[in-house]
């Protein structure tokens, strides 16, 4: 079952970002460190200022994917994905192709005309999947995170919806 978290998810939106920081800290330029130190009204926020969708397995949450309108109104059109994260045992099952296809619908219907997103340039398995649903490369980060004295770049994408 794939829904859209409310304020209400808080806690199970907390989690499951929090395990995605700690298992991939290359994969995100949030830190667990740093998000684990968000008070709950941070937490609600968030859930209050974007659109996160979550994939439940046997009423257990194990994926997510978020997007952010921009505000400003010249590029109100535009949005930006985060939080993409699928736990293992849900992968390669057409689970995240899912709740792409369930955000990139809603932001379409929100007014949205593009999405946007980075995703580590070393990270393929993701790639290839926003590549199969619709996203582009359109060029490069260099250095774009820098984790234990290591740089890892960035490839920026986008789909027009």
């Not at 709950?40 to 969708?53: M, Q, T």
């Not at 397995?57 to 194990?62: F, G, M, R, V, W």
């Not at 590029?75 to 990139?104: C, F, P, W």
Request: hydrophobic share 35%; glycine share 4%; charged share 30%.
């Amino acid at each position: 079952m794939i829904r859209l978290l409310t304020q209400d998810d808080f806690t199970i939106w907390k989690a499951i970002r929090l395990e995605a920081l700690k298992e991939h800290p290359q994969a995100f330029s949030g830190s667990y460190e740093e998000e684990s130190l968000r008070s709950d009204e941070e937490w609600k926020k968030r859930l209050k200022d974007s659109c996160v969708f979550a994939y439940f397995d046997n009423n257990k949450i194990a994926g997510v994917v978020g997007y952010y309108p921009h505000q400003v109104k010249k590029d109100a059109h535009r949005a930006e994905v985060y939080t993409t994260y699928l736990q293992s045992n849900s992968r390669n099952k057409g689970v995240m192709s899912a709740l792409i296809q369930a955000l990139a619908e809603h932001a379409r219907k929100s007014g949205i005309e593009q999405l946007e997103l980075d995703v580590t340039a070393h990270l393929s398995e993701a790639k290839k999947c926003y590549e199969r649903n619709g996203f582009t490369v359109y060029g490069t980060k260099p250095r774009t995170l820098k984790i234990a004295g290591k740089y890892y770049d960035t490839l920026m994408m986008i789909k027009y919806l």
